[in-house]
């Protein structure tokens, strides 16, 4: 595709379609109208002679067209925005860092880590959430950093891999001992040899409380599926939309649950939780560090990420 003659600034406005996903994100991260960017977007079409997005009920989908036009143009027009931009004054603050992910890792894991960059004196604004509508908040300029426990479709938004963090089954003890005294009994009454380890039999749990996340169950399920191989048909005791509160219901003895090991570790070490099942190949998800599309404009950003991706490691 001839992209020489093309006007600069329909490139640029280009480029914000395709990294927010819609007319109306595009708009707001450049100070214009929504109409001005869908007038400047069907001008570049006429100049290309091809279609550069498909319109959806929500925002927009880049054609291939689109994507082979954003990998040529993305990186010069980045270096420009950086070249023209205007220079802080000299002992100028930094603007904040605005990083989101969910609640449960960034106040257990990921503010203590930066906190030495905090000392120093950069500036966190931090909010929490599911991954979907951050992702979407991010393509729109809300955050610079978002932590994503999926990796982001498309090709608008670059990811790396953070942290793996995997699933334990756990319970308070005095379910652990109950459930334990379940699992003799049925492996008495199947005649298994003295001695012998028989595999974990989730239908001991039948009439255990369940706690969880959310009323459709997603970390117990995967649970399910990936180390019993089987559906999980239950309905949840108790819901509560975090995992916190889910480990505190469960240590006080309200029933199991599925939890990341890096949030009931310790709670693990001391024996107020106990893991029911430690299979060889547990479930493991992986997060994502996923950065506001364009040249940071603000130095603070490489330096939260880079302390992020050092830190996790050790996570």
């Not at 079409?45 to 091809?50: A, C, F, M, S, V």
Request: net charge neutral; hydrophobic share 45%.
């Amino acid at each position: 595709m001839e992209t020489a003659s093309l006007d600069l600034n329909l490139l640029r406005t280009f480029l914000a379609v395709y990294r927010s996903g819609s007319f109306t994100g595009a708009a707001r991260l450049l100070g214009l109208s929504q109409p001005t960017v869908t007038t400047q977007m069907r001008a570049l079409e006429r100049q290309t002679g091809r279609e550069l997005f498909e319109r959806l009920p929500r925002g927009v989908t880049p054609t291939p067209v689109a994507d082979e036009l954003a990998t040529r143009v993305a990186a010069p027009l980045d270096e420009l925005a950086a070249v023209a931009g205007p220079t802080p004054p000299a002992g100028a603050r930094a603007e904040p860092v605005h990083l989101a992910g969910p609640a449960e890792l960034l106040c257990t894991t990921v503010l203590p880590a930066l906190a030495p960059l905090v000392a120093e004196g950069v500036r966190l604004r931090v909010s929490t959430g599911l991954t979907d509508p951050l992702l979407d908040e991010l393509r729109a300029g809300r955050h610079d950093l978002v932590i994503a426990t999926t990796r982001p479709r498309g090709r608008t938004l670059h990811a790396v891999p953070l942290t793996d963090e995997e699933f334990v089954l756990v319970a308070a003890p005095v379910w652990a001992e109950r459930l334990r005294g379940r699992q003799r009994a049925r492996e008495s009454a199947e005649g298994a040899r003295p001695g012998a380890r028989e595999p974990f039999d989730p239908a001991v749990l039948h009439d255990v409380p369940l706690v969880t996340y959310a009323e459709d169950l997603p970390i117990a399920r995967r649970y399910w599926r990936h180390v019993f191989g089987r559906r999980l048909s239950r309905t949840a005791a108790v819901t509560v939309p975090d995992l916190r509160g889910v480990r505190a219901a469960v240590a006080a003895g309200a029933g199991f649950s599925v939890l990341p090991r890096y949030l009931c570790q310790e709670l693990l070490a001391s024996g107020d939780l106990v893991a029911l099942l430690e299979p060889e190949d547990p479930p493991i998800n992986t997060g994502f560090l996923v950065q506001r599309p364009g040249a940071p404009d603000n130095p603070d950003v490489a330096r939260v990420r880079a302390l992020l991706l050092r830190a996790a490691r050790g996570w």
